[in-house]
């Protein structure tokens, strides 16, 4: 046995089913040893869709996706997606070959110092100098990467290290990490005290990040919100931690969220912001959480707790076990008068559209959609406009909604549903992107061809990086610098290449028509949407 | 603005002092002076770094340092609370006119002079940080010609209930 018969070992006792990667010579011993093994290989056609689908795997399974990529340039194409995950904390590993140790440091073909070049993106990194190590420092890895504040791990193989002998392979049963040992129960004297705040509360409201999906505490939330009736809203990480037409579901916060979210956040007495950062996008104006309320910030990372916003109740653990602890404590609150009043706001304040007859309104398009979506459904929202349409209007029942939120990094979709669908091969997968996003990311059309992954794409065509124009539009009166698409291809013939069956939807007249054929059968399909150029989320 | 000494306790491994020194320029922390070095246990080293902020600043660092998995253990201290110390050598150009006068700073202020040339001489200062600020305050007036300091070294004053 070798190193790299040994890293595929650890990814077999690790319960690894896919890899996702692109090879190169230093990384060429490991894909040679994973021929023997009944984990999946999945090509992709760059490598920082490698880390988005490994992304995909990750959300989808709860367990760390895996991508495995070359030395030199194919780990530093990883960088954008292992940063995409770090920002959302979406557990992965990144394995990258690496040239001979004893040429390290000397510049050679392929070089990069890569565990350097990630420090500020993953939750921790390794080199790994001696082939012996490989079992303690993959235990180590899938630990790190899926416990506490979850993140990427990147783990440094040189080619030597991957081809040395290695004897007596034996995968640890446990971790022995002095260094790290992260809180997840709630402390007790905190819980009591947040039940004290919200027996007092009129006007409670719980808003839900990402971390409550990370911990798998959706149903503990569900379960706590309605048996006390406690309204609850989302950051954009958070959406789908209820239902979207959850009575007690109040829609998304923040900049691109619904103005009645954002006034429950106002207006509320008792605030419990749960696995959320608290970061610009979701809370424009972190004083305003803190005054006159009393904030609750629960996350299961210390730092994140006082980071943008002084809480009158610090709670670190995870989400699932502090939602399991409330569940001990008997209390009741009187939320019916508040719950009145949010109903109303939700009625007046919705957002009103004017959309032009003559192309798609994407956000009817997006509701349409989602209703006829299966249940379990897993949509994938690209960045860009059609990321604030696809928030605002995708609904949610018992499926997913990915996207990257924290990064915002165009060309996710894509990749990431590629990833979710290679794993979830019975779901039904959605990825919805703007032209702009499309191209970032078209080039995986082709791996989805060749490993036969059934995802169905859907392009919102405005010709435009609409996001920017719009920003264009307000801030530069309608100075557009560097926004036209003019010179995409034509999405016809671009499926016909790939042999992906096309449609395209030019006004609403054909909608339902028009999706029930998308949706019909279980194969790749592409859908242009044509969308006003000139529309504003 | 508040001076605090976190006292770090680190994995002695290779990429650790760059962790470190990474998370403080990311975050746009300052640090004031930062020294390293191995303890009696060879596997662990002990930062010591001084660094300034608000409030909120002075906890997020603490935060973050316990964030870094090489991290074993952090202390933070006001400088009240711990013994500081500071070494500075100082190569200075000295003169028949100015040699008593430097020789009487140093034995004013307990600075050896640990070496010598017909032109030149180089002090030594370990002190508290104040104390060797003030020494290069009173050397203006003589030529420096070199300077290198450690950067503060500290550790919380002794109590009865220390452990081990």
Redesign the interface.
Known sequence: MIGADAIVKCLEAEGVTTVFGYPGVAICPFYNSILDSDIRTILVRTEQNAAHAASGVSRMTGKPGVCAVTSGPGATNVITGIATAFADSIPLICITGQVNSELLGSDVFQEADITGAVESFVKYSYLVRNAKDIPRIFKEAFHIANTGRKGPVLIDVPIDVQNAPVSGFQYPEEVSLRTYKPTVKGHAVQIKKVIKELEKAERPLICAGGGVLLSGAQEELEVFARQHNIPVVSTMMGKGVLPTEHPLYYGMVGNNGEKYANRAMSECDVLIMVGARVADRAVNQPDLITKDKVLVHIDVDPAEIGKNAGPTIPLVGDAKHIFEDFEKEAFCCDTAEWIKTLDGYRREMAKQRHPDPAYVDPAEFIARLTDRMQEDAVYVADVGQNQIWSCAYAKVRKGRFLTSGGMGTMGYSIPAAMGAKAVMPDRQVVAVCGDGSFQMSMMELATICQHHIPLKIIVLKNNYLGMVRQYQHFTYKDNYSVVDLSGSPDMEKLSAAYGIPFLRLENMEKCDETIGMFLKEDAAMLLECIIDPMDLV | MKTRIYSVLV?NRS?VL??VA?LFS?RCFNIDSLAVGETDDPATSRMTIVSSGDE?TI??IE??L??K????KVNTYAERQCITREMMLVKIRYNKNNRREIMELCEIMKVAIVDMSRHFMMLQICDTPDRVKLLLEMLRTVSIVEVARTGTLALAKCSENDEG
Not at chain 2, 69 to 72: M, S
């Open positions: 994995e990429g760059c962790k990474g990311r909120r906890e997020q935060k973050q316990n964030k998995l090489d991290v074993i």
